[in-house]
């Protein structure tokens, strides 16, 4: 790999060199050099924006330029590009085209939608009526103007076309795979899978496992096979790579291949027929261990399958893949401290895959260390930013941290890509309703439902609250009751219910409910809540002497563990209760300005939020402690 550390000039060649196959049409090798220049300089807007001319479909054209703009908010060329791919609203403060005078090779290779329009006499000559009332040479000669400056470059006009998107993988992986497939992952023998493909995996660029040379008579099948394979038609690549094998008998890596194109259809019964196979012509072929391992777990969850990792390390001790795997496997199996010991293996042979730090991000997850883990997952963001399960992982992370915006940030990228991952949208409605946007809070959560309507129990509690807050209370009842169904023993959801209880009127119902949250209150915090609530409720159901007691039991606690809010409310209260009654009793507390009226519904102070978790519970009105999955 080129040497970046030593100068502008490697990559200004590069650079040009990519530029003129963009120029060439030939994308492909256009779009190999820039992602080089990007692994060197990451935050190079110019990158960004000529990695989109090389990108052929409208959604990966649109992430370039939408990173160019992140990276360069006053990027001209990446707003005009945007617009046009209607990704921005027009702006009439963005120049359609540059003020100042291109280079020569920048000028071939601007759009013909893009170039200046010609005026006055250039115009005129230009126009079809004068070139038919020309004489025939002036016709010719236009005619070849027309050819060389029309029509060839626009045979390198950018013609956005449509992808499949597979669906997110199960787990937070991003090693690169030879199928880009749900499954999990393995080294690629055709390369780099890059975000542009919207794949699960991520582009990676180490070291190639099965590399194997193709005999001449094998290589024309091969190349149907990579085509296949390009358009994750598995039934195709398998027939191909099935018509090598009586031309390559002795290759175990034709089976092995055929092994991983089962286990990403899901087939793990196949795939373990083709792994074996590959054990029969050689025994010592260690990948066809760890494919063994993989399918195993696919066909049976709970196999136990540490000794096909142990041949397949002991035969390929440096393949730094199946420490990844492993880990996995340990992690799993509630084994995280078993995870990181290989995975620092897996960090010396392998430093700059990003998929080592995404496999320490989930098993310092498991260890319940919210900092280490988000540590992980921005180092393997900052070895490849096109890694898209990144994305998703520390949207995760960041809420876990309380980073709301940056979560929002991650994952509002991600969904443009994985529209069908409700969890994403569900987090970013948790990440929403933190800062108090109930609205979009409401919004991506009803989009993870209408994604997975039954599934994401433990995001009920956040659609609960949100809907609490926007005064839309028969809804927040019900979400919140089934966020009761799934955390019973949640104080926080027990006293969010008090609250809807108590704005619906239903005041013997939020008495029986705060009198279950007595049990469940540990601190002097949640006592203050539960005194302050029942001593509303009681008012209610015209218990005054009840309501005195309780004001002044809270009254007596320290001002430190209720909002200042709620204790001039009580002092309120109590006055106005007493007066009412007739039955002066003795204050507790210091003197108080006076005040008159009574609470109100809209004035009820929410409840401050406890210590965050893992998963922080809502900081407007405490919520139970879900946990996630890694």
Request: a negative charge; glycine letters at 4%; proline letters at 7%.
């Amino acid at each position: 790999m080129a040497d970046f550390s030593q100068g502008d000039k490697p990559d200004d060649t590069m650079f040009q060199d990519a530029v003129e196959a963009l120029r060439r049409g030939d994308k492909p090798r256009a779009k190999e050099l820039l992602t080089l220049l990007l692994k060197a300089d990451q935050n190079n807007p110019t990158y960004w924006v000529w990695l989109s001319a090389s990108m052929d479909n409208a959604k990966e054209r649109i992430y370039c330029l939408q990173t160019a703009l992140k990276l360069d908010p006053e990027n001209g060329t990446a707003k005009r590009g945007l617009i046009l791919l209607g990704a921005l609203t027009p702006d009439e403060t963005v120049q359609p085209f540059q003020m100042n005078r291109p280079r020569a090779w920048e000028e071939k290779l601007l759009l013909a939608n893009e170039k200046p329009k010609e005026r006055g006499l250039k115009a005129l000559a230009k126009n079809p009526v004068t070139r038919l009332a020309g004489v025939v040479m002036v016709g010719v000669g236009l005619c070849a103007a027309v050819v060389f400056g029309f029509v060839l470059p626009r045979q390198s006009t950018i013609r956005p076309t449509e992808t499949n998107t597979p669906g997110p993988s199960p787990t937070y992986t991003a090693t690169p795979t030879v199928f880009g497939a749900t499954a999990a992952p393995t080294k690629s023998f055709v390369g780099p899978t890059p975000l542009w493909m919207m794949l699960p995996e991520t582009y990676t660029p180490t070291a190639l496992y099965v590399n194997t040379q193709r005999p001449p008579q094998s290589r024309d099948q091969y190349r149907s096979a990579e085509i296949a394979l390009k358009n994750q038609d598995w039934d195709a690549y398998i027939s191909n790579m099935e018509l090598i094998i009586p031309l390559e008998p002795d290759s175990p890596d034709v089976y092995y291949l055929i092994g991983e194109a089962y286990r990403f259809k899901g087939q793990g019964t196949n795939a373990l027929k083709a792994y074996n196979s590959a054990l029969e012509v050689d025994p010592n072929f260690g990948a066809a261990y760890l494919g063994l391992a993989r399918a195993r777990l696919m066909n049976e969850p709970g196999f136990k399958a540490e000794f096909l990792f142990d041949e397949a390390i002991r035969l390929e001790p440096d393949f730094g893949e199946i420490y990844i795997e492993r880990a996995r496997y340990f992690i799993n199996r509630k084994d995280p401290e078993a995870a990181i010991v290989d995975l620092e293996t897996a960090a010396d042979l392998m430093p700059d895959s990003p998929a080592v730090y995404m496999t320490y991000a989930n098993a310092y997850i498991a260890l319940e260390d919210e900092k280490k883990a988000l540590e992980a997952a921005e180092k393997a963001y900052s070895l490849d930013i096109t890694a898209l399960p990144v994305y998703s992982l520390l949207g995760g992370l960041y809420i876990d941290n309380g980073k709301y915006q940056q979560a929002i940030e991650a994952l509002e990228l991600y969904v443009v890509y994985e529209t069908e991952d409700a969890t994403a949208f569900a987090m970013l409605g948790q990440a929403y309703f933190e800062l108090k946007d109930y609205k979009s809070a409401v919004r991506y959560l009803d989009q993870a439902y209408t994604l997975n309507p039954s599934g994401l129990r433990r995001y009920y509690v956040y659609r609960g609250l949100a809907h609490l807050e926007l005064d839309d209370i028969d809804q927040a009842v019900e979400d919140l009751e089934k966020a009761y169904e799934v955390d019973e023993r949640s104080f926080e959801i027990n006293l969010a219910l008090v609250r809807a209880y108590f704005v619906q009127e239903k005041f013997g119902t939020a008495f029986l409910k705060v009198e279950a949250l007595k049990s469940l209150a540990e601190t002097d915090e949640q006592t203050a809540y539960v005194l302050y609530w029942r001593a509303l409720i009681q008012e209610k159901r015209e218990e005054s002497k009840e309501a005195v007691d309780d004001w002044q039991e809270l009254l007596a606690m320290d001002p430190d563990v209720m909002t200042p809010e709620m204790r001039a409310e009580a002092e309120q209260h109590l006055k106005a209760v007493v007066t009412a009654t007739n039955t002066p009793k003795a204050l507790t507390a210091t003197s108080t300005p006076k005040v008159s009226g009574s609470v109100t519904v809209t004035k009820t102070p929410k409840p401050g939020g406890s210590t965050p978790t893992r998963t922080p519970t809502p900081k407007r009105t405490p919520t139970p402690t879900p946990t996630r999955t890694p």
